[in-house]
């Protein structure tokens, strides 16, 4: 086989068409061409005479020489590609927040299940609000929140839809709620007491733990120890909802408890008679240093009566304000069982020492037509957010009331099955919504003048549970839960796996987070109180995360034989005809197991804990509330 040779003795074929011949001007130039193209025939003394002609050049240059030298190519410097303007929703949503985030874990990087009550030596621990904005851009953009409900005449529309009356001795005797006692055994573990309370009896939470306790209930009490800071209350019915009134900045608190009937064992007829639930403001001493004033019990301060059905859920208006800059009342938002959303306004101002029985005749009522309101939250003093059972989330502004229209400002398809739960966080430019429905789908909304985007995320598994939303202000996260009884972090924009913070072993009924500290509460249907701090998920993500059981609550019923007897008499040495409570307490923190199963228990109804709430005053930041389904409510300062 012949290879092929790389010296040509042949001119190159042409094989493309000169599109210039023929042109007399360019045949100098063609010629030229044809010149440069010939074939170079090299000899030997050609070779020579150029290989010393090109010594002779070169001779004369210089390795020195700058100009000479060959100068490198200097490379391009990298530019960024040129990045779309971003538009409001964007640079909200996907904006640095890890700034804030930080700032909250470096304070409380070593509160592992309970709020410290002080700050240390090493600025860690305390009190604070959210690290987003200081305290003063937050009571300034309050103050232009009430400024516009001010200006907007919302004052006006309450004066004119509203009507608060109160009632007299007589008329409040037909609406005191029927008494029903309960019976408890409570303290250490060995030396547990059994005491008995009347409706709107308390307890003080030292007399448990004395070692000269009497097993009775006593509204006076002279024990000095600090180690329990709180009481045990009765309502005298089902404890549906908590919540604490915000901006009170004195030594009185105010505790809002939704009250229902307890059903006993006989079949309920709907029809039977009247609906006899309340919602009743009790109030609560602190003493210098922020704790509950064990020397002075809850005082029943105010009973809301209504005439319509009984109510689902209720909500103050949160939005902090001062009350030397602007005399209103204290807003709160209420969801009927006919699926009405009513607002009023509550003035606690003036507030007697005696218990005052109010009716609420008129509200201000929020319709739509063949739908049910489900849950709300509120956006500012003059705003206020709603979900429906049609999946839709509804924006109503109060200051258009006044001009007549009743329709929502804005109406936005959410989901398309039940919604059971919204969380919202609103600014002078844009609102963010968070909403769950009945099929456990997560689905953030970013709303503002002039766009909106929806983002769904995945859906969590809610069978047996009701899913509720909380909003953990410092992670800037909402929390969720399953039926296995992990409890999830999910994002706002709905971008990054969810995080478990803590595990329940038992169906979880209601949580509670705090806007001056990061620790959350949660309760199950099996009686427990668990308390934990989602940040040290973060921080000790290698070291695991912890948890820890504030109590726990049991409840059994009374024998068949004497359920009849169930009055109000004095308690005896073995009411084993009787209902019985048994709370335990003292736990210490356990580690989250996450892949442990969920054992799940059948248990009485008032077992469970219905309700939970933390106080969002800073000064009594450490307060919690826990409302059983047997009346009883527990009020402590579990702060550390």
């Known amino acids: 086989m012949q290879r092929r040779s790389t010296a040509r003795t042949t001119e190159r074929r042409r094989y493309t068409v000169d599109a210039f011949a023929g042109v007399p001007e ?48 200097t490379p391009h410097p990298k530019t960024k590609r040129a990045s779309r303007p971003k538009s409001t929703l964007t640079r909200v ?100 007491k059994l005491f ?105 301060a105010v009973v809301l009566r209504y005439p319509w059905a009984g109510v689902r859920m209720m909500q103050w208006c949160s939005t902090h304000r001062r009350p030397s800059e602007i005399d209103i009342p204290n807003l709160l938002a209420i969801i009927a069982e006919d699926g009405v959303l009513r607002v009023c306004g509550v003035p606690l101002d003036l507030i007697v020492d005696d218990t005052e029985y109010k009716l609420l005749e008129k509200s201000l009522e929020l319709r739509v037509a063949n739908c049910l309101c489900t849950c709300i939250a509120w956006l500012s003093p003059t705003r206020i957010t709603a979900g429906y059972s049609d999946g839709r989330v509804r924006i109503w502004d109060l200051s258009q009331v006044q001009t007549g229209e009743m329709t929502p400002i804005k109406t936005i398809r959410a989901h398309n099955s039940y919604i059971t739960s919204i969380v919202a966080k609103s600014s002078d430019v844009l609102t963010q919504m968070v909403v769950v429905a009945l099929s456990g789908k997560i689905t953030h909304i970013s709303y503002a003048e002039t766009a909106t985007r929806t983002t769904g995320t995945v859906s969590q598994i809610n069978h047996m549970t009701m899913p509720i939303l909380i909003y953990h202000e410092f992670l800037q996260r909402v929390i969720s839960y399953d039926d296995d009884g992990a409890v999830y972090t999910y994002t706002l ?21 705090s806007p001056c500290h990061p620790c959350i509460l949660i ?26 059981k504030w109590f726990t609550h049991e409840w059994r019923a009374a024998s068949h034989n004497d359920v009849r007897n169930n009055t109000n008499s ?22 989250v ?48």
């Open 493 to 513: 924009p709905g971008s990054g796996r969810p995080k478990i913070v803590a595990k329940a072993n038992g169906l979880i009924t209601s949580m509670a987070s």
């Open 93 to 192: 949503n996907a904006g640095k927040d890890t700034a804030e985030v930080a700032a909250a874990k470096r304070v409380w990087a070593r509160d592992l299940t309970l709020p410290s009550r002080h700050e240390d030596a090493d600025g860690y621990g305390g009190f604070h609000h959210s690290f987003i904005d200081n305290n003063d851009a937050q009571h300034d953009e309050a103050r232009r929140a009430w400024e516009r409900y001010a200006d907007s005449g919302c004052a006006k529309v309450f004066e004119d839809y509203q009507a608060l009356n109160v009632l007299g001795s007589k008329q409040s005797a037909e609406h005191i709620v029927e008494s029903q006692a309960c019976d408890f055994v409570m303290g250490p573990a060995a030396e547990q």
């Open 593 to 640: 197991d996450s892949v442990a199963p969920t054992p799940f228990r059948m248990v009485e109804g008032k077992t469970a804990i219905t309700a939970l709430a933390w106080n969002p005053n800073i000064h009594v930041g450490g307060w919690a509330a826990a409302g059983m389904g047997g009346g009883l409510v527990r009020i402590e300062d579990i702060a550390v």
């Open 26 to 73: 360019l045949a100098h130039v063609v010629s030229e061409d044809d010149e440069e193209d010939a074939p170079i025939h090299r000899h030997e003394d050609s070779a020579a005479s150029e290989g010393s002609d090109e010594s002779e050049d070169l001779a004369g240059l210089d390795d020195f020489d700058d100009e000479s030298r060959v100068q490198p190519q």
């Open 570 to 591: 004095a308690c005896t040495e073995n009411p084993s005809g009787k209902a019985l409570s048994r709370i335990l307490e003292g736990y210490k923190a356990e580690c």
């Open 523 to 548: 309760g199950t249907a099996d009686g427990k109180v668990i308390s934990a701090n989602p940040l040290q998920a973060d921080v000790r993500s290698k070291q695991g995360t912890w948890q820890q």
């Open 196 to 300: 008995h309370l009347h409706t709107q009896q308390s307890l003080s939470l030292e007399r448990p733990w004395s070692r000269t306790g009497v097993p009775h209930a006593e509204t006076n009490n002279d024990s000095t120890s600090d180690e329990r800071s709180g009481f045990m209350v009765n309502l005298g019915g089902r404890v549906q909802c908590l919540e604490w009134v915000s901006a009170q900045r004195g030594s009185s608190q105010y505790l809002t408890a939704l009250v229902a009937p307890i059903i006993g064992h006989e079949v309920a007829d709907p029809d039977a008679g009247d609906n006899s639930s309340n919602i009743q403001i009790w109030c609560l001493e602190a003493d210098v240093q922020g704790r509950v004033d064990n020397t002075m019990p809850p005082r029943l």
